[in-house]
């Protein structure tokens, strides 16, 4: 008659377990400290790459508008922080004398001896300008009285019925000095960029009235980036010869990561 042994069950002692979880708390801690600075590292990376795209695009942005403004109406305050120009939607020549006297129609100068209400465009403008837009002739600066397109001088309405050959004017202008290119602008609206570093932020604001002080609330416009911690703008107005240079930087934080991207664009200033 066979008899069957009872089986011996083992398990793990108290020791043995702690021992394991011991080896196990020490190649953890090892593979953290290999895996934690790699993944520290991507998160710095794309935290970084962020910024730099939000400031890159917002300078971008600003330049592109810059390069389309009206010559000579660039102008900076706030220490640096609020920048505004005229926003220049197209222009062209205007006629400065007549081609013949047996003209038909009959050439329309734009008389500068006197108040004129229309006059020729050489060469035709893109588009029919709307009614209500503001023609500007010889724009020399931002900040005097004269010839500035803020103080509003050597600017006058688009009247209805105006055409892509013919600007009317409402009500009839005399403007100050001509061009010695014969040229002249049409402009829209105001533009201001406006940077609160304790607010975190730089906005676009546009659409408000022309006015011969420069904006300064910089809470108004829409939000373009936020995270700002510092930004500045420098524009050096050249000369006649010479095109202006705006130089602009813009700094932005999240967390530990901190950059500042600086551009610069050439405005073109001939009036």
């Keep these: 008659m066979n008899r069957r042994l009872p089986q011996i069950q083992r398990g793990f002692t108290l020791i043995e377990m702690i021992v394991v979880i011991v080896i196990t708390g020490i190649l953890a801690g090892v593979l953290s400290r290999f895996l934690s600075e790699p993944v520290r590292g991507y998160l710095q990376v794309a935290s970084r790459g962020v910024l730099v795209d939000q400031a890159d695009i917002s300078l971008r942005r600003i330049a592109t508008e810059v390069q389309r403004a009206l010559p000579n109406s660039l102008r900076v305050t ?8 005229l926003s220049s939607v197209d222009g062209g020549m205007y006629r400065a004398q007549v081609s013949s006297p047996l003209a038909i129609p009959p050439d329309d100068i734009l008389d ?8 020729d465009v050489l060469g035709g403008l893109r588009g029919v300008p709307v009614a209500g837009s503001q023609v500007v002739v010889y724009n020399l600066n931002a900040t005097s009285a004269s010839n500035n ?3 509003g001088d050597n600017r006058a309405s688009v009247a209805a019925g105006s055409t892509i050959n013919r600007i009317a004017l409402t009500p009839a202008t005399k403007f100050p000095q001509p061009s010695a290119k014969q ?5 829209d609206t105001p533009v201001s960029y406006l940077c609160n570093p304790a607010a975190g932020s730089l906005r676009r604001n546009a ?16 939000l373009l980036s936020d995270r700002v911690t510092a930004c500045n ?9 010479r095109g202006g240079l705006l130089t602009m930087s813009l700094s932005l934080a999240d967390g530990d990561e901190r950059i500042t991207v600086l551009h610069q664009v050439h ?5």
């Design 78 to 85: 706030c220490g640096g922080q609020c920048l505004e120009f």
């Design 112 to 119: 500068f001896t006197t108040t004129d209400s229309s006059f």
């Design 149 to 151: 397109a803020y103080v």
């Design 183 to 187: 040229r002249f602008y049409l402009i």
């Design 207 to 222: 659409n408000y009235p022309i006015n011969a002080v420069q904006p300064t609330d910089t809470l108004q416009g829409v």
């Design 233 to 241: 703008f420098v524009f050096d107005a050249g000369s006649a010869t």
């Design 267 to 271: 405005v073109f200033n001939a009036p």
